[in-house]
């Protein structure tokens, strides 16, 4: 029984052997001999290095896998362009170099015929400016508050009394109208459809129109802030001298006031043009546009193509943001002194693309996360590989040129 035991137990070891020896030879990754292996400095120093490199690698991967996002983007038909009652918000930001408060006005129209006049007395906000755009305090202003709750009670019984006279119209109201303010005045003959007479002239109107405000003798700027809504059609918005009004179906400003076209400088920065709500990577192209104006008066056009946008965020501030992108492209318009009928101002004109750019979040999916991380792993090992082989040979080729020097 002892002699079968020991047999067996030979002829095991015998198929195990074979065994391992069969692997051996069939190892896609055969292993290097100890003999042929040297271990150095360098190489534990770069092999740390390069286990360094990966954990930061991994780290940023897994970072963006549980946080990141990518933006993809692609174009559709707006079917959601046109509707009636949809509106669609402006936002400005602009600054007039050389034109002061009281002489512009900030007018809105579109193809439907809505007309909305002097927007700056409602969303959009004036702000006195100097010459090189800062702020100038309205410190007259509080004086001549400050002034009129100081009148005597006498003086405000004088101007109660001539309030309640009837004003003149000026020939354009009919029997029995009064005509008490000079927006009244504006009004009567805005109804005849006749042209507005020098309003200096004006009983109504003398007081308000400041002469030099009017011919800006201070040299003021002004800066328009804010946003108005619109509807969500062609149109346009623009910057123009004198106080606007309808007449007869027309769009008409009152340049009575200035002496001539030469009173006019338009040169100004364009802060900030926009349509719609920001997101992320939007480009508005007006955003720090300067113009400086060294000829003769004349009209600022910058006509832009409104490209509807989508973008669809994601994660937990998921939510859709329905925006605008688009184009410009500018051109400026001279006149002459001696014209008379010329509008000078900043006209911006835009129209609506019937496509619309979606744009949407996405997060990496974990078949990429896993190929990143291999790619991370094996790309260091191989590069720690070849930059050990090459400061190896280096460190052999130099040593072997030291043992010939002292040799000779």
């Not at 030979?10 to 040297?38: G, H, I, N, Q, W």
């Not at 190489?43 to 954990?55: D, E, K, P, Q």
């Amino acid at each position: 029984m002892k002699c079968t035991i020991r047999r067996r137990s030979r002829v095991s070891t015998r198929a195990m052997r074979r065994e391992t020896r069969a692997r051996e030879e069939y190892d896609l990754f055969p292993k290097l001999a100890d003999d042929f292996a040297r271990r150095t400095a360098t190489g534990g120093a770069i092999s740390s290095v390069g286990l360094v490199v990966v954990l930061a690698l991994l780290s940023h991967q897994c970072a963006d896998y549980a946080f990141g996002t990518t933006t993809t983007y692609d174009l559709a038909v707006d079917d959601d362009g046109g509707g009636r009652g949809q509106r669609m918000r402006i936002n400005v930001d602009v600054t007039l170099r050389a034109m002061h408060c009281a002489q512009v006005s900030l007018d809105a129209m579109d193809v439907t015929g809505e007309s909305r006049l002097d927007v700056s007395t409602h969303e959009v906000h004036k702000t006195r400016v100097d010459a090189r755009g800062v702020v100038i305090e309205e410190s007259a202003t509080k004086v001549k508050v400050n002034a009129d709750e100081a009148k005597s009670e006498g003086e405000k019984e004088k101007e109660s009394e001539a309030v309640v006279t009837c004003g003149d119209c000026y020939g354009a109201g009919e029997e029995g109208q009064c005509c008490d303010d000079c927006g009244a005045v504006r009004e009567a003959y805005r109804i005849k459809g006749w042209s507005l007479p020098d309003l200096k002239r004006v009983a109504q109107c003398v007081e308000e129109i400041d002469a030099s405000e009017m011919m800006n003798a201070n040299g003021e700027g002004c800066r328009f802030t804010g946003h108005f809504d619109v509807n969500k059609v062609a149109g346009n918005f623009h910057l123009a001298p004198g106080k606007s009004f309808d007449s007869n179906g027309r769009h008409v400003h009152d340049l009575a006031p200035f002496q001539g076209l030469e009173t006019f400088n338009f040169s100004h920065v364009i802060h900030k043009v926009s349509f719609g709500e920001d997101f992320p990577g939007v480009v508005n192209p007006l955003d720090g546009v300067s113009r400086a104006q060294e000829t003769s008066a004349g009209t600022y056009q910058y006509r832009l193509s409104v490209v509807p946008a989508r973008y669809k965020y994601h994660g937990l501030n998921a939510r859709v943001v329905e925006s605008n992108d688009y184009s410009v492209t500018d051109h400026f318009t001279g006149f002459e002194l001696s014209q008379k009928n010329a509008l000078p101002g900043i006209f911006f004109f835009y129209d609506l693309s019937p496509l619309r750019v979606e744009y949407e979040e996405k997060r990496m999916g974990f078949f990429q996360f896993l190929s990143n991380v291999a790619a991370v792993i094996g790309g260091v090992s191989a590069m720690t590989s070849i930059i050990d082989g090459l400061v190896y040979r280096g460190q052999q080729a130099l040593k072997e040129k030291i043992d010939l020097g002292k040799q000779g």
